[in-house]
């Protein structure tokens, strides 16, 4: 009986270290600290080229974060203020722009 509970317990063990692992291999995927905050500070507007080659003239006073993650289904942004955008074409990844008030979607 002490075989069968030492056995038990080495199955369990083996469980929670698997799911320990798959958590913490999906919280870093998602967590990822691989985000870039752009801030203009300056009185003019600042010129940012983002990996996939889409254009942002991000206006005084704003705040751009995107992902370095280019393995995304989507591209995402956060931008708090005001900006222009340039795009680049991508049929099989929209782009987003999320906003406080909205979420706009090329």
Do not use: W
């Amino acid at each position: 009986t002490s075989i069968r509970k030492l056995t038990l317990l080495m199955r369990v063990a083996g469980i929670v270290a698997c799911c320990m692992t798959v958590g913490y291999l999906v919280f870093t995927q998602f967590n990822s600290p691989n985000e870039i905050v752009e801030v203009n500070t300056s009185d003019e507007a600042q010129e940012i080229v983002l990996k996939d080659g889409s254009e942002v003239e991000l206006n005084q006073s704003s705040t751009l974060v995107y992902s370095v993650n280019q393995k995304r289904k989507t591209r995402e942004v956060e931008l708090k203020g005001e900006a222009f955008f340039n795009i680049s074409k991508d049929s099989l990844r929209p782009f987003v722009i999320h906003t406080q008030e909205l979420d706009i979607k090329v």
